[in-house]
């Protein structure tokens, strides 16, 4: 059957691909982008009129801005969703600090790609004060989320914070430092 998800999670790998230079075809992925806008239409229209100023943003939605920001010079969101993204959009804005960090990322990511300059710079700057950082082991974060959800993943969330300091703030040393933490993963596991 249908699996909204899975298809998020496999447009947003397209865009990854696309995104470091790996010549694919992402027909696919594009012709999926629709739907998935939809589907966020459709959470946005269920949850609108409950209660609009509480968090309802998660991991979910934070992944789909993330894996829609990709796309957004190919396939600009529709007008008819443009009311979703604005709201979601601003979920993420106010509510990034109740999010897993792999989210937070995320979100950090996103938010820069939709021309947001302050909030990614805030998500980072929150990074580095939780952060510690050793020289033997590089940058990590001892409130280790683990977890069977895929947002608490340590490899995939380490990758998304490089990711997120490369992109977001051009922070080569965080960058590097982080890398090191990934290579000792490799090493001990």
């Given at each position: 059957p249908d699996n909204e998800y899975l298809s998020l999670y496999i447009v947003?790998?397209?865009?990854r691909?696309?995104?470091?230079?790996?010549?694919?075809?992402?027909?696919?992925?594009?012709?999926a982008l629709g739907a998935l806008d939809a589907w966020m239409n459709k959470l946005y229209v269920e949850i609108k009129d409950k209660d609009?100023?509480?968090?309802?943003?998660?991991?979910?939605i934070?992944?789909?801005?993330?894996?829609?920001?990709?796309?957004?010079?190919?396939?600009?969101?529709?007008?008819e969703y443009q009311?979703?993204?604005?709201?979601?959009?601003?979920?993420?804005?106010?509510?990034?600090?109740?999010?897993?960090?792999?989210?937070?990322?995320h979100l950090a990511v996103a938010l820069k790609r939709f021309e947001d300059a302050e909030t990614p710079k805030a998500i980072l700057k929150s990074f580095k004060e939780r952060s510690v950082t050793?020289?033997?082991?590089?940058?990590?974060?001892p409130d280790a989320e683990r977890s069977w959800w895929w947002y608490h993943a340590p490899i995939e969330t380490q990758a998304m914070m490089i990711e997120a300091f490369d992109e977001v703030a051009g922070d080569t040393q965080a960058v590097e430092e982080c890398k090191v933490w990934l290579l000792?993963?490799?090493?001990t596991q």
């Open positions: 947003t790998g397209f865009g691909l696309k995104n470091l230079g790996v010549a694919i075809d992402d027909g696919i992925a594009q012709r609009p100023k509480k968090s309802n943003l998660s991991s979910t934070a992944l789909y801005l993330y894996g829609r920001s990709f796309f957004l010079s190919n396939q600009p969101i529709a007008p009311a979703a993204l604005k709201y979601w959009l601003g979920q993420g804005r106010d509510h990034w600090v109740g999010q897993p960090r792999q989210s937070q990322a050793n020289e033997e082991i590089g940058m990590y974060w000792k993963q490799k090493q």
